[in-house]
């Protein structure tokens, strides 16, 4: 029993002990409530639970490093995570996990629960899908919708280069970085990048079959990253474009390099193995070579993983109660992350500890900043 009923659950924040307690916060104190609403929508993020609330919606189509196992093993996976924006951004989130993965139903599904939440998290959705859904939803809802596959891996990715650049003598506009993953993940990192001030000579991304160039048969998202990307029309493997490089961002797939592979990188190198459990690349072979090395596990240093960029995000977007995800927004939370790392900045110590507590104030008020300026 100590195991089950999950790791969540719904607490009263009013009391509930007394007859008064009932007539107050059922009824029939609560009609008041409700004729409020009904001539006041604004009333409803003010007082009730949807200022608070955020819907973690997955269909388990691409389920952390398990890949397909449907919803219902998506359901612990999506509980898991609305403990942590609780215990790290007092948010309340609940898991839905719906069985059907046409965009279609997925959209109307959302839309139609959208009335009792404050924002809504995408989560393992697979990719080309996710993007299909993300930007309906962004244009159909009144509410921001974050895609935490996308635009927390962006974040988190952006936040610990800058620090890695200033450690390394490097600007945006002069660096150059292969990105290994043209889905969800490696999508956003290359647009958050060009909005960063890398440039698109600078950026080269690669999918399981090498660079993506025009000259390629692409469709879709992948079209799209040829076309703004690349501009040096850099063919061939990956290992290919690392020649010389100075960054390589891996959300691809574990044992996709060899330490060769790195040593022929530029003087100096950042890489960023991201792939779970197991790394593009094995982490200690790479610091051989490369003078940052981070990766997505907890027992190697500079862990990049989500958890340091949605609690805040989710924080700064409900309380500011912003109508959208923008990328301003995104930019001053991945400035506000490499921040918090402040004087303890080195080569093992490129982001934060999700444990350090200015983390999510700080980047909550910087989305919440650039929510403001934005009107």
């Not at 104190?29 to 009730?48: H, I, M």
């Not at 469709?219 to 850099?234: C, F, I, P, R």
């Not at 574990?254 to 193995?273: K, N, S, T, W």
């Amino acid at each position: 029993m100590t195991r089950s009923r999950g790791k969540v659950e719904v607490a009263a924040r009013v009391a509930l002990d007394t007859p008064d307690d009932l007539a107050e916060h059922y009824t029939p104190g609560v009609a008041d409530q409700a004729k409020r609403v009904a001539d006041d929508p604004s009333v409803l993020a003010r007082e009730t639970v949807k200022g608070n609330s955020v819907a973690i919606v997955s269909d388990g189509s691409a389920l952390l490093g398990l890949g397909d196992r449907g919803p219902a093993a998506a359901l612990p996976v999506m509980e898991g995570k609305a403990a942590l924006l609780k215990r790290f951004a007092d948010v309340d989130a609940w898991p839905i996990c719906p069985v059907s993965r046409e965009p279609d139903d997925l959209v109307r599904t959302v839309r139609d629960l959208a009335t009792s939440f404050g924002a809504i998290n995408l989560e393992d959705i697979a990719a080309p899908r996710c993007f299909t859904v993300e930007r309906r939803l962004h244009d159909e809802l009144d509410i921001p919708v974050f895609h935490d596959d996308q635009h927390g891996t962006a974040v988190v990715v952006l936040g610990a280069l800058h620090n890695a650049l200033n450690l390394t003598g490097r600007e945006p506009a002069g660096t150059s970085v292969v990105i290994a993953g043209a889905g969800a993940a490696g999508s956003a990192i290359a647009r958050l990048l060009l909005r960063a001030g890398y440039r698109s000579e600078g950026i080269v991304v690669c999918d399981s079959e090498g660079v993506l160039h025009p000259d390629r048969d692409l469709v879709g998202e992948k079209h799209w990253l040829a076309d703004n990307t690349n501009a040096a029309a850099t063919t061939g493997s990956v290992q290919d474009a690392l020649r010389d490089a100075d960054v390589f961002v891996g959300v691809s797939a574990g044992g996709l390099l060899e330490p060769g592979d790195v040593a022929a990188m530029a003087d100096r190198a950042i890489v960023f193995a991201l792939a779970n459990p197991d790394p593009e690349v094995d982490p200690d072979a790479a610091r051989e070579h490369a003078e940052i090395v981070a990766t997505g596990r907890s027992d190697f240093p500079n862990q990049i993983n989500n958890v340091l960029a949605f609690p805040g995000m989710f924080r700064g977007l409900l309380d500011s109660g912003a109508p959208r995800v923008t990328g301003e927004m995104l930019l001053a939370a991945a400035r506000a992350l490499a921040d918090v790392v402040g004087e303890d900045l080195d080569a093992e110590h490129i982001v934060p500890s999700v444990f350090d507590e200015a983390l999510v104030p700080a980047m909550a008020e910087a989305v919440a900043g650039a929510a403001k300026a934005a009107g």
